[in-house]
Every structure is written in C-alpha cells, then in structure tokens.
C-alpha cells in the first residue's frame, strides 16, 4: 500500500488506533499495543518496525509528541515511520508506539462472507469526494469536500464485554459507533495530523438486521474539508536484502539473502583486490517525480575499504550520493535506481545492511 495517503485510509489507521476494541467471549483480541524504541542521530530520517503494523498511536522525539502525517508519514505494509526532518542525536531518543496484529477496522465496505470470530468490525469507505484548485491554473494546492460512510458489523448472539457487561448484536454495534463519533468530535481528531479536519456528521443510525448475514449495523456518515489528500510529498523505501525481489543487474557483490546484507565478495580471502557492484531494479514513486533522495545504511568496513553509493533515474547517468546527505537529482523522474560499489580486500568482512532511501517528491 506504501503511505497513508487516501482519506478512507486516514481514517481506517485513525479509528484502530482510537476505538477500543472490545473484547469478545471465547476469542483474543486481534490488535495489540506495542512500543519500539530508536536512537536518532541527526541523519537517519527511517525508522523500521519488527511487528506487523496496523496503526500508529503516537511518535515522540525526545520526549515531544510529532503530528502524525505532517511530522512523520507511515508505511504500514513495509512497517516504516519516515520523518520530513531526521530526529536529533541520542539514545532512545525516538520512542513509537503503535498497534500490532491483526486489525478489525478495514478501509472498504463491509464483507458478508465471514465467520463469527471476525466480528465485531468497522468498514471506512468514499461516498463522495471533490477537489477543485485553490486560486488560478493547475498544480495545486487543491481544497476538497468528501463523504465518508462508516459501518459498524456485530454478529448476533457473540457476546462482548463491554463496561463490565455482557453485551451483544446491536447493542455493540451501537458501542462501537459511539465512540467512533466522540473520537471524531471530542478534539481527538488533531491526532489525524489536520489532513481531514471539520467534521460534520451527517447520519448516525442503526440498520434493519440482517436475517440472511446473521448481523447488526450502525452506519455512521461523516463529511470532512480537506487539502490535497492523495498526494504524496515524502516517500520512503528499505532495501534488507533479505529476498533478490530487487535486485538487478550488473550486481557483482554478493546479495547475501541468508545474513541480510549485501558483501563486498562472498569469500573470506582478505588477500586479493575486489572491485564489485550492485544494481537495483528502478523503484516507482505513488506518481509524482522523486525530486531528492537522502540515502542511510549500516556500514561495516574492513581495513581501508571504500563503499560508494550512486542514484540515477534511467540507469544510465548517475550520481553520487553522500549518506546522511539530501541528493537533489538532475532530471527529476517518477523512477530512480541505485548501485553500491565496493573497493577493496575486505570480502565478506566489508557489507552493508539496511539501505534506506527517503525521497521528497514534486
């Protein structure tokens, strides 16, 4: 999915990081809250997670709550926080906490081909949406109206907890949809980072049950004001070599899939000269033109040996690229490559692992 850009998707992460899930007689519950803690250093602007990510509930630096996708923008499927500004120096001074699992809230209508343990859950979906440009031509910014529907699904005759009580069917439902609206009234709606803002709900009303499902609704329709939704102004992309799904050719080093790392040589023999390569297959923006690429990675050098870090947006011209260092490119395009160049003896002693690319885009 790459970031959080869409507004069904905003408000999908917004409402499994916001609305309690309740718990269910007989069943764990799917999401959890976990926490993961990172030494900033001034340059690093991406941060991997270990778990699968669901959701954000907060990012801190040093201490400072960051505005969710102003200050940082979230990957969920490639679990990656990228910041617009690198966090400063410390020790466990970037501190994420954030929702793991499975989840219950999904940006699409609600299914009706499901078991009971799937229930209760929450479907975010467009109604409608506008955009027209703010001022005279094209290029944006762009202000826009949308309608977003939000269903509420319990399951007759599973029982909740909820309070201390032993609810079910429309009384979770309604629950549920309860808190969905204090979160999107109550102030708690900032923690949308301002890309959806002025709620005004416009329906909040149970639906007949469904005999044929076996199910409970609360349809909840909301409209928001909002700029520039979908577009992307930051991207950010790992490269663990943990799998060859990118790699490209000439790739001379050794793509080491079983440590994940890339290796100057795959042999230990620090007594010959090596001079190799690594090619990536060109990485693809959400559709505007990458403008700069700042390249990380971990390094680990034998000797004297020297790593050299290239970007090019045909695979033909290059840059070179300094880590830490924003690389504005020469002909900005929708797609870049980069290539690694050891020098050396080190062999196998001489790898990189976790190549990070974080880009701004037109």
């Known amino acids: ?79 990656l926080i990228t910041f617009g500004t690198a966090p400063g120096s410390g020790t466990d001074n970037v501190v994420v906490s954030y929702e ?38 094209t290029g944006g910014p762009y202000w826009m109206d949308g309608v977003y529907q939000i269903d509420v699904v319990a399951f007759k005759g599973q029982k ?40 005004r709900i416009l329906s909040n009303i149970p639906l007949p049950f469904d005999e044929e499902q076996n199910i409970f609704r609360r349809m909840i329709e909301v409209q928001f004001n909002a700029q520039d939704i979908g577009k992307a102004e930051i991207e950010s992309f790992v490269e663990a070599f943990s799998n060859t799904g990118n790699k490209g050719t000439p790739t001379t080093a050794d793509w080491d899939t079983t440590n994940s790392r890339l290796a100057m040589h795959s042999s230990t023999n620090q007594l010959q000269a090596y001079n190799t390569v690594a090619t990536s297959l060109p990485y693809f923006s959400s559709g505007n033109n990458f403008q700069t690429v700042l390249v990380t990675a971990e390094e680990t050098i034998f000797g004297s040996d020297q790593i050299v870090y290239q970007i090019s947006t045909d695979g033909e011209t290059w840059q070179t690229a300094t880590l830490g260092s924003a690389l504005t490119l020469d002909t900005p395009d929708n797609k870049f490559y980069w290539r690694v160049a050891f020098v050396g003896n080190g062999a196998n002693a001489t790898y990189i692992e976790n190549l990070r690319f974080a880009t701004t885009l037109s």
């Open 1 to 79: 999915m790459g970031n959080i850009l869409e507004a069904e998707d905003i408000l999908a992460e917004f409402f499994r990081a916001e609305v309690p899930e309740v718990p269910r007689d007989g069943l764990n519950n799917r999401q959890k809250t976990n926490s993961e803690s990172f030494d900033g250093d001034g340059s690093l602007k991406i941060f991997v997670l270990t778990n699968s990510l669901v959701a954000i509930n907060s990012v801190t630096v040093g201490g400072t709550t960051q505005t969710k996708h102003i200050s940082y923008v979230i990957d969920l499927d490639n679990k």
């Open 100 to 137: 793991k699992g499975s989840t219950w809230v999904f940006p699409d209508k609600p299914r009706d081909d499901l078991s009971e343990a799937k229930y209760p859950r929450m479907g975010v979906f467009t109604v409608t949406q506008s955009e027209n440009p703010m001022g005279l031509g």
């Open 160 to 199: 909740c907890f909820i309070n201390g009580e032993v609810k079910e069917g429309q009384d979770v439902a309604n629950y549920i949809g309860r808190k969905a609206v204090s979160r999107l009234t109550d102030g708690t709606l900032a923690k949308i980072g301002l890309k959806l803002y002025t709620p």
